[in-house]
């Protein structure tokens, strides 16, 4: 069975601070991995992927991926209460396929 | 602006009834998928489809089909809704390309059934 885990939370952090959210997931031919934000009542929107080894950047996120201890996590900096939300990790099943796997999701909240 | 659209946000039905859920995009995408979620359980396929008429199990098809007689139009039918059945569902579409393609969510069908 393939899986991707995700502490559920909720990970409390203070505005301004740095928020990291972590997700480990089980089949090593996965190739793209994904984090997704969900509000509460809202479906869920992208706002990462990465498919290599290593860091990449947009504005505040940060996601790090280390294919060797299948292990992938966001980093969001400068944490703002519109931040609060459920964050979705997604892996996808394997080469070749269009597949992907959710976590559970980990809910963040954001104390002003 | 892109969209997938769900053709309705709550819907309540009752245990035997046959359900339908209609799921529209207007991206020109390939694949198109169906998923519910729960609490605790996050998203979990049902059906996807790579392309008009064809479709494929997920990892929870049972007492669910789907139907996609058309490129933008995927379909979801509940053959005798049950209890547990009651869930959020979405629906998502793809371009096929390459693996690493985003899924675009649709706003969501929440069904009771009582």
């Known amino acids: 069975q393939k899986e991707v885990e995700q502490n559920s939370g909720p990970l409390s952090v203070p505005e301004g601070a740095i928020a990291s959210l972590n997700c480990t997931y089980s089949d090593r031919g996965s190739q793209s991995f994904f984090w997704y934000r969900q509000y509460s009542g809202k479906s869920p929107e992208l706002i990462m992927s990465?498919?290599?080894?290593g860091d990449k950047e947009d504005g505040r996120f940060t996601a790090q991926l280390n294919k060797a201890s299948q292990y992938v996590s966001l980093l969001i900096r400068d944490s703002q209460p519109s931040d609060s939300a459920t964050y979705l990790c997604?892996?996808?099943?394997?080469?070749?396929?269009?597949?992907?796997?959710f976590g559970t999701g980990t809910r963040l909240k954001v104390l002003a | 602006d892109v969209k997938v659209t769900q053709s309705s946000r709550y819907l309540v039905k009752r245990t035997g009834e046959k359900v339908f859920l209609e799921c529209v995009q207007d991206m020109d995408h390939e694949n198109m998928f169906w998923y519910r979620q729960d609490p605790g359980l996050g998203l979990r396929l049902i059906y996807f489809?790579?392309?008009?008429?064809?479709?494929e199990k997920g990892d929870i098809p049972e007492g669910y089909s789907v139907s996609r007689e058309k490129k933008e139009r995927f379909s979801l039918i509940l053959e005798s809704a049950s209890t547990n059945q009651t869930s959020m569902y979405l629906c998502?579409?793809?371009?096929?390309?390459?693996?690493?393609?985003?899924?675009?969510f649709g706003s969501g069908t929440q069904l009771s059934v009582l």
């Open positions: 489809s790579y392309d008009v008429k064809m479709k």
């Open positions: 998502a579409s793809s371009l096929r390309g390459a693996t690493n393609e985003k899924l675009f």
């Open positions: 990465i498919y290599s080894n």
């Open positions: 997604a892996v996808n099943e394997g080469s070749g396929t269009y597949k992907y796997i």
